[in-house]
């Protein structure tokens, strides 16, 4: 096994760099290895180091990032991003609260971590490399596809755990172990997740979001009764939810369509700290999806159709039509496959050119011409368009 995974190193991006830096005491941890043993890609390659991180920054080269308080650092090569961290052991002042941390071993540091699985690394430096370290029955849930804390506390010390719980079950398939559920609903009905600051929540939710498998995320949330936890709505509606990832087109934003679902209370989102302009996304999209539905299920023109929806986020329309009759959802299809991509070939400065008076009235011709060109009233092409919108100020 110390051959293949090192050899799975060398073909990561930054691996070769990495294992070309790397000495004794450097080690690759985590959701790397966990993914490596699975055979699968890893999504970053996190790096722990016995002592100081420095003399590895300094051989990665690269943009680095650190952070003393907790003796981490992220490097930025051409082709990669890694972490690197010291390795430690933790101690939890209070409930939800960041750890105070110390220098420990690489044994130590496996045991700080939250799920078993992600308690395991590859030595990669000089001597003994391909060398592995786990915690206590690490390989063992591996192998059985098993989520399991390493100790009775964990969701008490870092509540944030509970949402990666969800996460992980989702993204790997793997089963909660019965000790760790039961773990898990006697810290979300203590209010563990009272303890823990809304930035750190939110970083974890859009984590979750993010994923592929969302939705799974969420309905695992869901049922452990996170959701509820948080002040975000539930039941969560699986099956429209399932509907409205269906139509969103590749350009849309499952995650926002996701909390739309969830919130429509800017204050909840402000609390988490999302990103000002994704707040104002989910908060417009939650509440215009209720007001576009009737407009979706009615037979009307084309350029009806583009006056109210214009403006609209894809989330917004794809949640109406999943919510209304089959007719809404081919309506949605139309609208994001074609009728929103129309434009017109003129601009206003084709109508100045033809004598048309700078100001409102400009929009008001353009409209014109495209709501005829929406309703195949127009062929396509700047002679008609302008021939049009100059028949609208007759």
């Not at 096994?1 to 070769?16: F, H, I, S, T, W």
């Not at 300094?58 to 490097?75: I, K, M, N």
């Not at 750190?200 to 979001?209: P, Q, V, W």
């Not at 214009?310 to 919510?323: C, L, V």
């Amino acid at each position: 096994m110390r051959c293949a995974l090192l050899d799975q190193v060398r073909e990561q991006p930054g691996g070769e760099a990495l294992l070309a830096a790397a000495y004794e005491g450097v080690h690759l941890v985590g959701g790397a290895v966990r993914d490596l043993l699975l055979l699968e890609h890893p999504r970053e390659l996190d790096v722990l180091v016995e002592g100081e991180i420095e003399p590895l920054l300094r051989a990665l080269g690269g943009e680095a990032v650190t952070h003393d308080r907790f003796g981490t650092a992220s490097v930025s090569l051409e082709d990669a991003h890694i972490d690197v961290a010291r390795a430690r052991r933790e101690r939890y002042p209070h409930p939800g609260g960041l750890p105070l941390v110390e220098p420990a071993s690489v044994a130590e540091d496996l045991l700080r971590r939250d799920f078993t699985v992600n308690a395991i690394a590859v030595r990669i430096g000089e001597g003994r490399a391909g060398e592995v370290h786990a915690a206590p029955g690490a390989l063992e849930d591996l192998a059985a596809g098993r989520l399991r804390v390493l100790h009775d506390a964990s969701f008490i010390d870092d509540p944030t755990r509970l949402l990666r719980l969800a996460r992980y079950e989702a993204r790997l398939g793997f089963v909660v172990e019965d000790h760790t559920a039961v773990l898990a609903r006697e810290a979300i009905a203590a209010r563990a997740l009272d303890t823990v600051s809304g930035a750190r929540i939110g970083a974890e939710l859009r984590l979750g979001l993010a994923e592929d498998g969302a939705l799974g995320a969420l309905q695992r949330m869901d049922e452990l009764g996170i959701l509820l936890g948080l002040g975000l709505y539930t039941p969560l509606p699986a099956k429209l939810a399932a509907g409205a990832l269906a139509l969103l087109p590749d350009d849309g934003r499952p995650g926002e369509l996701l909390m739309a679902l969830l919130c429509e209370d800017p204050a909840i989102l402000d609390t988490f700290e999302f990103p000002a302009g994704e707040r104002d996304r989910i908060v417009s999209s939650a509440r215009a999806a209720p007001e576009i539905g009737d407009v979706l299920a009615s037979d009307t023109r084309a350029s009806l159709l583009h006056e109210a929806l214009a403006g609209k986020t894809p989330e917004a329309i794809a949640i109406a039509a999943a919510q209304g009759p089959p007719g809404a959802a081919e309506t949605a299809r139309l609208w994001f496959d074609m009728l929103r991509h129309v434009r017109l070939s003129i601009t206003g400065d084709d109508l100045l050119a033809a004598g048309v008076p700078s100001g409102p009235e400009l929009g008001r011709r353009l409209a014109v011409a495209l709501a005829r060109r929406l309703d195949g009233e127009l062929e396509p092409g700047p002679r008609a368009e302008l021939a049009a919108a100059m028949e609208a100020g007759a």
